[in-house]
């Protein structure tokens, strides 16, 4: 489907959608829910100034995508699963119910996620430390004054 067959309505649902990372697939679901026209995937990704398709993308629609996505992004603050502490009584109460019901396998595999989850598995963040979680330790070299003699040998050797 054309670009110009969008209202600027729909074209606006369409460039904030995409600014949440919905998937252009479910996006062009719901245009044709929301405003009863059918465009593919494709077209819509030409909405995504973030994606090959969307880099002609006119500066009307790339400013709000970028105020979109910057919106959404600062509130994911807000979303209560973003948080470690959140999702963690969640695996809590998901493992007591599957051992209840005596579903171990699933207990023990939610046990395992929580520890990855207090292990930062899911994070790329890495905490590098010297012995015993320790401070790495540095020494300074100090500048080392060759006799004549080893200076000679180290002549000869390199050549």
């Not at 009307?60 to 948080?83: N, V, Y």
């Not at 598995?121 to 003699?149: C, F, K, W």
């Amino acid at each position: 489907m054309a670009n110009g067959k969008l209202t600027n309505e729909a074209r606006t649902f369409v460039v904030q959608a995409l600014a949440c990372f919905d998937y252009p697939a479910d996006v062009a679901d719901a245009v044709k829910k929301e405003f009863g026209v059918e465009i593919t995937k494709q077209a819509i990704e030409a909405y995504d100034p973030t994606k090959r398709a969307g880099k002609n993308l006119s500066r009307r629609w790339a400013m709000i995508f970028e105020d979109t996505r910057r919106a959404f992004l600062d509130r994911l603050i807000s979303i209560p699963i973003a948080h470690r502490s959140v999702r963690l009584r969640a695996i809590q109460r998901m493992a007591e119910r599957a051992e209840r019901q005596k579903n171990y396998q699933l207990a023990a595999q939610l046990l395992e996620q929580a520890a990855k989850e207090v292990g930062d598995a899911y994070t790329s963040r890495r905490l590098l430390t010297g012995v015993n979680g320790g401070p790495i330790q540095t020494a300074n070299s100090t500048e080392v004054n060759l006799s004549d003699s080893d200076a000679e040998l180290v002549r000869r050797f390199l050549g």
